[in-house]
Every structure is written in C-alpha cells, then in structure tokens.
C-alpha cells in the first residue's frame, strides 16, 4: 500500500523557518511527480509546489513568493518543502501527494498523505 507520512510541521514566529520532509513507501519514487499542498481552516485545499522526478523540474505556487523550495532525495524516498520568512497566512495544514507520472503540475495526484499542521504566530 502506498503511504505518504508528513513531517516537520509545528509552531513557529512570523519570520522564522521550517523544513517539512515526506516519506514515502509502496510506490516506485524516482518515477513519481511529488507536491506540497496546503488547506487553511475554511479554505479551500490549495498547490503549494511540485517536484519532477529527478528534481530537475520544479513549479510553485504564487502566493510562496520565492520564500519556499521543494526539493527530493530520491536514495531517501523522500520530499522536502524548506519554508522561510513564514507569514501568519501561511498556516495551514501541509499535505504531500504523488503523481504516477512526468508531471510538476498541481493537478492530477493519485496519492496524498495525512497532514501536518504549520502554525505561524504573529
């Protein structure tokens, strides 16, 4: 069974940092797409990034505004989302998903995992 298990989230100041990893298992990794996505309470779930599978490939979401980077450690099965100059509008509940495909799109994810919470203070 495919499995995406989030980490990394967590409280934080506006201004400060955090590294969100993915770890992911069931699926062969080098030949999935992999996003971040986010979901604010009452709002809509929403692209954040995405990764091609060799890391080659990268797109973000506007709202990021070059302060977030996504990158993957494919040895490691694993994705990263490294968040700087957090805002208070940046909290949310983070999710990973795969895409079974060349792919660093926003749409089209067969598989997402669970969530973790990023709460930032002001």
């Known amino acids: 069974q495919v499995q995406l298990v989030e980490s990394g989230g967590g409280l934080v100041q506006a201004g400060g940092s955090l590294r969100l990893s993915c770890a992911a298992s069931?699926?062969?990794?080098?030949?999935?797409?992999m996003g971040w996505f986010r979901q604010a309470p009452g709002k809509e779930r929403d692209f954040v990034a995405a990764?091609?599978?060799?890391?080659?490939?990268?797109s973000y979401a506007d709202f990021v505004k070059g302060r977030f980077t996504i990158s993957r450690d494919n040895t490691k099965n694993t994705v990263f989302l490294q968040m700087n100059s957090l805002k208070p509008e940046d909290t949310a509940v983070y999710y990973c998903a795969a895409a079974s495909r060349y792919y660093v799109g926003s749409t089209g994810y067969d598989y997402w995992g669970q969530g973790t919470q990023v709460t930032v203070s002001s």
């Open positions: 069931g699926l062969t990794f080098s030949r999935y797409t």
């Open positions: 990764i091609s599978w060799s890391g080659g490939g990268t």
